[in-house]
């Protein structure tokens, strides 16, 4: 072959679609205990996820805890900066001497065309807390990582609102099913939630958004219980005596029912939504249109995948070996209660179902383009 028409083709292949890298996008799960670090690619037909560096929480130095205030604030933007170039290369050796993450060059090895920071509930009820501050670490957090990224790649920063936090979960579970006839009940460490497809629901109620879903509107039904995460629900609906660690060691007269009947979940036949802002009134309650969902199957993420089924005997009943044995025996009594209050069957399957999945395939759908305005029922006064 002549050089000419030889280099011509050269040129041709290396400029063609099939060689250019593959579109990528990183994602900053901002959530009440952590940040964790995520990548997503397109992979064969689906989404899939990579996971990087874990940090200390987005909020702490806004809300004041784990040793954080405000003067933290640029330190805790440079983390997440810092973060982005660590992902680049295996992190440190953890477990077993194998890296806490393997590390993916985001700069060679694909078109990185968006990095989002994205805060749960941790981050609502620092918001609620102190607005002003919370404002002040949202743009020092945009700034650093626009920094780090460069000007053409789009920067976002934000507090989810809980619709969003429990549509994504159940997005990410609709990657796996391909189907819409299911539900999903996510617990996190400060908020719970409730998601499904709802037809038969009220237009009316302002739960109820139009959600692109496989090409089609789907009318979606997602609300979110700021305060009753697993960490959180003990200092909002009290932690009596028979719910206490090790409160039915040595007395044959204890039921799990005993501590459930004492826990403040429900007024009438509303769950109670302890933190959020209904009418300008924090504190009110919510029912769950359950019964209108019209679906086959339930399931169960999030502190549920935490939920072993001996708990009852070693955390209350005796006084074993227990995750956060303060709140143990709580927690065995609380989770399949709010099921029950929630209407959800207690057969439900437990499932992984991370949500930062669900923003992702969101963001490739445009999958609010019909939503309309998602209140923020952890303020006041509006969104920040």
Same mark, same amino acid.
């Given at each position: 072959?002549?050089?000419?028409?030889? +280099?011509?083709?050269?040129?041709s292949?290396?400029?063609?679609?099939?060689?250019?890298?593959?579109?990528?996008?990183?994602?900053?799960?901002?959530?009440?205990?952590?940040?964790?670090?995520?990548?997503?690619?397109? &992979?064969?037909?689906?989404?899939?996820?990579?996971?990087?560096?874990?940090? %200390?929480?987005?909020?702490?130095?806004?809300?004041?805890?784990?040793?954080?205030?405000?003067?933290?604030?640029?330190?805790?933007?440079?983390?997440?900066?810092?973060?982005? =170039?660590d992902?680049?290369?295996?992190?440190?050796?953890?477990?077993?001497?194998?890296?806490?993450?393997?590390?993916?060059?985001?700069? =060679?090895?694909?078109?990185?065309? %968006?990095?989002?920071?994205?805060?749960?509930?941790?981050?609502?009820?620092? =918001?609620?807390?102190?607005?002003?501050?919370?404002?002040?670490?949202?743009?020092?957090?945009?700034?650093?990582?626009?920094?780090?990224?460069?000007?053409?790649?789009?920067? =976002?920063?934000?507090?989810?609102?809980?619709?969003?936090?429990?549509?994504?979960?159940?997005l #990410?579970?609709?990657?796996?099913?391909q189907?819409?006839?299911?539900?999903?009940?996510?617990?996190?460490?400060?908020?719970?939630?409730?998601?499904?497809?709802?037809?038969?629901?009220?237009?009316?109620?302002?739960?109820?958004?139009?959600?692109?879903?496989?090409?089609?509107?789907?009318?979606f039904?997602?609300y979110?219980?700021?305060?009753?995460?697993?960490?959180?629900?003990?200092?909002? +609906?009290?932690?009596?005596?028979?719910?206490?660690?090790?409160?039915?060691?040595?007395?044959?007269?204890w039921?799990?029912?005993?501590?459930?009947?004492?826990?403040?979940?429900?007024?009438?036949?509303?769950?109670?939504?302890?933190?959020?802002?209904?009418?300008?009134?924090?504190?009110?309650?919510?029912?769950?249109?359950?019964?209108? #969902?019209?679906?086959?199957?339930?399931?169960?993420?999030?502190?549920?995948?935490?939920l072993?089924?001996?708990?009852?005997?070693r955390?209350?009943?005796?006084?074993?070996?227990?995750?956060?044995?303060?709140?143990?025996c709580?927690?065995?009594?609380?989770?399949?209660?709010?099921?029950?209050?929630?209407?959800?069957?207690?057969? %439900? &399957?437990?499932?992984?179902?991370?949500?930062?999945?669900?923003?992702?395939?969101?963001?490739?759908?445009?999958?609010?383009?019909?939503?309309g305005?998602?209140?923020?029922?952890?303020?006041?006064?509006?969104?920040?």
């Amino acid at each position: 072959m002549p050089l000419r028409p030889l +280099l011509f083709l050269l040129l041709s292949l290396t400029a063609s679609p099939l060689l250019a890298k593959p579109a990528c996008q990183l994602m900053f799960d901002a959530g009440s205990s952590g940040t964790r670090l995520f990548l997503f690619q397109q &992979k064969g037909g689906q989404l899939v996820s990579q996971r990087g560096p874990k940090i %200390a929480a987005l909020a702490d130095p806004v809300r004041g805890i784990r040793g954080k205030t405000a003067e933290d604030i640029p330190a805790t933007a440079m983390a997440l900066a810092k973060a982005l =170039e660590d992902f680049r290369h295996d992190g440190p050796a953890g477990e077993g001497g194998k890296p806490r993450w393997r590390g993916f060059d985001w700069r =060679e090895r694909c078109r990185l065309q %968006a990095v989002s920071v994205l805060a749960t509930a941790g981050m609502r009820l620092a =918001e609620q807390e102190a607005p002003g501050l919370s404002q002040t670490l949202w743009l020092a957090v945009r700034q650093q990582l626009q920094l780090v990224v460069g000007p053409k790649v789009q920067v =976002e920063a934000r507090t989810l609102s809980g619709f969003e936090e429990g549509l994504y979960a159940w997005l #990410a579970r609709y990657q796996k099913r391909q189907r819409r006839d299911f539900g999903i009940v996510e617990m996190g460490g400060a908020s719970s939630q409730v998601a499904f497809p709802c037809p038969a629901c009220s237009l009316d109620d302002d739960a109820l958004h139009q959600v692109v879903i496989g090409g089609k509107a789907v009318p979606f039904y997602s609300y979110s219980f700021l305060g009753l995460g697993q960490d959180l629900a003990p200092g909002y +609906l009290g932690l009596p005596d028979p719910c206490r660690f090790g409160a039915g060691k040595g007395n044959p007269r204890w039921r799990l029912s005993q501590c459930q009947a004492q826990l403040l979940l429900t007024q009438g036949p509303a769950i109670r939504d302890p933190a959020n802002y209904q009418g300008g009134i924090k504190g009110t309650e919510r029912q769950v249109p359950v019964a209108k #969902a019209g679906v086959d199957k339930w399931y169960l993420t999030g502190a549920f995948k935490y939920l072993e089924a001996d708990q009852v005997a070693r955390c209350c009943q005796g006084s074993g070996q227990c995750y956060q044995p303060e709140t143990a025996c709580f927690r065995a009594a609380y989770l399949p209660l709010l099921l029950e209050k929630l209407g959800v069957p207690a057969t %439900a &399957k437990v499932k992984d179902s991370s949500w930062t999945l669900g923003a992702a395939l969101c963001r490739q759908e445009n999958c609010l383009a019909k939503a309309g305005v998602l209140a923020c029922r952890w303020s006041k006064n509006g969104c920040l």
